[in-house]
Structure formats: C-alpha cells, structure tokens
C-alpha cells in the first residue's frame, strides 16, 4: 500500500479563496483523522471519522472549516474564504480500528495564505 | 488546561548522550500512551507505546509512565545523528481522540 496520500502537497492562494485539501487513507483503515500543525500550536485536531461518519469536530476552528468523507477512500477538508491564519501544514491520517494506537499520517499539505 | 503538555524544546545533545524527553498529562484514566517520530517535512510516525503504567524497551529507546504523577518519559540512549526529529507524545482521551503535546525539537549533534 502506498500509505496515506495527501494533494496538492503544497497550496499557496489568496485570502478570501476557497481551498480543499484531500486525502486517501489506508485501504481497510476505519477511521480518519485531520490535523493542523503550527509552531505556536503544534499538532491539532480537527475532525475524526469512524466508517465515513464524523464523530468529533469539535477541534475545527470555525464555520469556515468543513470536512467530508463521501466514502472510505476519499476525504475532503475545505477552507471557505481562506485568511492568512490559517496557514499552517494539514496532516491527514489513518487508521485501523478506532482506539488504534497507531495512526498513519500522510506527508501534509503545506497551505500558504496571502 | 491541555490534556497532554510537552516542552517544545528545542533541545542539542551531542552525539552518544542520554536524551530525557517528557510530557504531563491530565486525566489519570488515560491508559494508552504514544510516542511519534516527526522529521523534517514528513508525516508523524508511531516509534512506541504503552499502556497503563510502567517501562517498555525498544533497542536504545525507553518509554516510560509513572500513573502517580501523570508523567510520561522517552529515553533514548547513545543518541545519533539520524535521531534528531521532533518527538511528539500522544494519548487517546475520553472520546477516543488521539491527542498530541507540541512535540520537543531533538537535534544530536555529531
């Protein structure tokens, strides 16, 4: 398997645009996870799903934030309007079984907002 | 207050020393504690584990949980080189999120 598997791997744009970052977990993997990492905050939690199903979103930041997993394949973080804040690097990550204590994570993508 | 607290370092050793990492956690019902390996540009990677209490040995590395004090430790002995990443401790709370410390920036100086 070629792992977790992250697009574009980096995005810059302009404030107000729209952006969507994607992820393919793990073939088999039940649950998935989307992060954002910063300096000043380190590695965050944003949303994680169980079998396609949002469990907790309560680490996105506001409503601009919106993630989707339409199947177990393919998820979709988006930003819409996109501001300079948040620009950071997005981690996405798999795996096995909820609970799992190990998780997977694709190689980012590095979001710049100007 | 967060669920897992960690230094952010960064933190030079030279090459061959015992390096102490260290995280504090929150909740003593945590039972699963993680340590990942992040370098430069890349994804975290799971190095060990460890549930509930006490040691467990990985080659030169150590994890450590002391439940009484809600303290959770990483050695790493005869540090190298190719050791100097970011080290991130991790734990699952209560609804089941895998939550992460800032993660201390390791650099092992030749």
């Known amino acids: 398997d070629a792992g977790v598997i992250q697009s574009p791997r980096h995005e810059v744009t302009e404030m107000g645009q729209e952006v969507t970052l994607r992820c393919k977990p793990i073939?088999?993997?039940?649950?998935l996870f989307w992060y954002r990492q910063t300096m000043m905050r380190g590695l965050e939690l944003l949303i994680y799903f169980n079998n396609n199903v949002p469990i907790d979103d309560s680490g996105m930041p506001e409503d601009r934030f919106s993630a989707k997993m339409p199947n177990a394949s393919f998820s979709t973080l988006k930003i819409q309007p996109s501001e300079p804040r948040d620009s950071a690097v997005y981690f996405c990550a798999s795996s096995l079984s909820p609970g799992d204590t190990e998780a997977f994570f694709g190689q980012g993508t590095r979001l710049t907002v100007v | 207050q967060k669920e897992v607290e960690q230094d952010p370092g960064p933190l030079s050793v030279p090459e061959g020393a015992i390096v102490s990492l260290n995280c504090t956690y929150s909740n003593s019902a945590f039972q699963y504690f993680m340590w990942y390996r992040q370098y430069s540009r890349k994804g975290p990677e799971l190095l060990m584990y460890?549930?509930?209490?006490g040691n467990k040995e990985d080659g030169r590395f150590t994890a450590q949980v002391d439940k009484s004090s809600k303290y959770i430790s990483l050695f790493i002995r005869d540090s190298q080189p190719s050791d100097s990443a970011t080290y991130l401790c991790?734990?699952?709370?209560?609804?089941?999120?895998?939550?992460f410390g800032q993660g201390t920036e390791l650099s092992v100086k030749p």
């Open positions: 991790a734990i699952f709370n209560q609804g089941g999120k895998l939550i």
């Open positions: 460890t549930y509930s209490s």
């Open positions: 073939s088999g993997h039940n649950s």
